[in-house]
């Protein structure tokens, strides 16, 4: 239940974005900057879990914090709901989901989601 909630929101918030676009310079360059660097945090969560269940060389937690506060919160954090990577290492949680809120703050204070708002699933 909670992967296909997780990823028809990860869809929705591309969606949007993609829409949200072609409404401003600004956004159009915040827009892709999120989409770049959340693919990346998206990508960067999927290949660390297939490494835990392998038992080879992961990519360290500063990384995936990294990726995050540059940008990739949204899509790390949807990486970790579709893989169930990372959603109950309390250490990882405490540093990143202030990141999380830091981004939606900021994002709300410029506009941005009140843009992605319109075209939101309700």
């Known amino acids: 239940m909670y992967d296909c909630m997780a990823l028809y929101l990860a869809?929705?918030?591309?969606?949007?974005?993609?829409?949200?676009?072609?409404s401003d310079f600004f956004y159009e360059i915040l827009g892709l900057w999120l989409l770049i660097a959340g693919a990346v945090g998206f990508v960067a969560m999927g290949i660390d879990k297939t490494r835990?269940?392998?038992?080879?060389w992961r990519i360290p937690e500063s990384k995936l914090l990294i990726i995050s506060l540059v940008g990739g919160s949204l899509g790390t954090a949807a990486g970790a709901m579709v893989f169930h990577h990372k959603?109950?290492?309390?250490?990882f949680l405490v540093?990143?989901?202030?990141?999380?809120?830091a981004w939606l703050l900021a994002l709300q204070r410029v506009g941005f989601l009140n843009c992605l708002g319109t075209f939101l699933p309700q």
């Open 87 to 91: 959603t109950s290492k309390i250490g």
């Open 95 to 101: 540093l990143f989901l202030p990141i999380v809120i």
């Open 11 to 22: 869809l929705a918030d591309v969606l949007s974005v993609l829409s949200c676009l072609q």
């Open 52 to 56: 835990a269940i392998g038992g080879q």
